[in-house]
């Protein structure tokens, strides 16, 4: 099954989604993808990081943009953010060595966080993560939790549908919670 885990800006998906990850590490599920949580100082978002499932391994990812200065290999993003083109590419690395190794793998979740607009408009950014999604499941990962803000929510499902046999749009709540334990534990 593919979870679509929607909200709006900032309304607590990753930090619900840390929290996922967490309990069904502690159960024994296996957990591979990446997380994308922010970067805050006082209480101002500076930053986005990845981090790579399993391994916990964390990569800057995208810091705002300083319009008064020209992107250093850096891809400027009209959504205010400047994602770090060598941090894309080992995130997209990552991703495409889960899927080289998947046949080796105990079936677990496999987590994208996020799909945006630079992914579902462009086609750019996080593009192996598009490939895993379209490929649909596997016996790695018979359920995909990616993150899509609401606005995108629709697309995403338009998009994957045919890859996978059942989509399901969850919120940052208990129910989501429900749904998740429902279909994993």
Do not use: Y
Request: a negative charge; aromatic letters at 6%.
């Amino acid at each position: 099954m593919l979870f679509i885990l929607t909200g709006d800006i900032r309304s607590g998906k990753t930090t619900w989604l840390e929290a996922r990850v967490r309990e069904l590490e502690a159960t024994g599920v296996p957990v591979r993808g990446v997380l994308a949580p922010g970067v805050w100082r006082d209480g101002k978002k500076v930053g986005i990081e990845n981090v790579l499932l399993p391994s916990h391994e964390r990569v800057l990812l995208a810091t705002p943009v300083n319009w008064g200065q020209s992107p250093i290999n850096r891809c400027a993003d009209s959504l205010g953010w400047d994602f770090d083109a060598n941090a894309l590419a080992r995130v997209n690395a990552h991703l495409t060595e889960l899927a080289a190794t998947s046949g080796d793998m105990r079936p677990g979740l496999l987590v994208i966080d996020e799909i945006g607009p630079l992914e579902l408009r462009r086609g750019e950014g996080l593009t192996a993560a598009l490939e895993l999604l379209d490929a649909g499941p596997t016996p790695a990962w018979p359920h995909v939790l990616v993150v899509v803000r609401a606005t995108l929510a629709e697309d995403a499902r338009t998009r994957f549908a045919q890859s996978w046999r059942s989509v399901e749009l969850l919120s940052p709540d208990e129910s989501g919670v429900r749904w998740l334990h429902e279909a994993l534990l």
